[in-house]
């Protein structure tokens, strides 16, 4: 899909977008934004403008993509472990904004374990957007939903809901094997069926081989 949101007061945002596009490509390494910027993007509706830039990748292409942006860096990759988060984690500096590049994002709440896959699960499901030609991947809405439910984020989380039940179709498929592919409580799996209205993703679930008792 395309987009064009200069005239909507963020202009900023745009240019830094812009640049990130140009200096990471598509090619070699994937990455996509997510974050308030990606709901953004997607018409997700936000209580605030986007404030800061989130890219996520795996962890074996953090060093590819650092290296594209070391004249932008603030720090050099680490482990990050805060709280309930892990990542091999960068800061950089794109205009007046702040990006963070997050490898191999890792999340925990009680037994529920989600651990994010860019190359070849998110990736594939992501959409793409066009801002003045500057083409970016959209982390996809069902790890926004999950990750969100798990950090309890109920102003983001019913906003992301809502967008799917516009259209379950395109969500569906990858929330189904997000679900299969990670660790999660019942508790959990059924809340996200309820905000979707969709006991079905429940049942399923709960009839497979990754329920965490």
């Known amino acids: 899909m395309g987009m064009e949101i200069g005239e909507e007061g963020q202009a900023p945002l745009v240019s830094a977008l812009k640049e990130l596009s140009s200096r990471l490509g598509q090619d070699q390494a994937a990455w996509l934004l997510g974050g308030s910027c990606g709901l953004w993007l997607q018409g997700v509706p936000l209580e605030q403008s986007p404030r800061d830039i989130d890219v996520y990748c795996d962890r074996i292409d953090v060093e590819k993509l650092h290296d594209r942006l070391t004249s932008l860096a603030l720090d050099e990759p680490v482990l990050d472990q805060s709280g309930s988060y892990a990542s091999l984690l960068s800061h950089y500096r794109l205009g007046s904004f702040t990006m963070e590049l997050v490898g191999g994002f ?88 309820e905000l ?18």
């Open 106 to 193: 890792e999340v925990r709440k009680g037994s529920s374990r989600y651990r994010t896959e860019v190359n070849g699960i998110l990736s594939e499901h992501s959409g793409r957007i066009a801002l003045e030609g500057s083409a970016i991947r959209l982390m996809p809405l069902a790890h926004e939903l999950l990750f969100n439910v798990l950090r309890e984020r109920p102003d983001r989380y019913h906003a992301i809901a809502e967008a799917i039940r516009r259209s379950p179709e395109p969500h569906l498929s990858l929330l189904h094997k997000l679900l299969a592919r990670n660790e999660w409580e019942a508790e959990m799996v059924i809340s996200v069926a």
């Open 196 to 213: 979707l209205d969709a006991p079905a993703i429940a049942e399923e679930w709960l009839q497979g081989p990754k329920q965490v008792k």
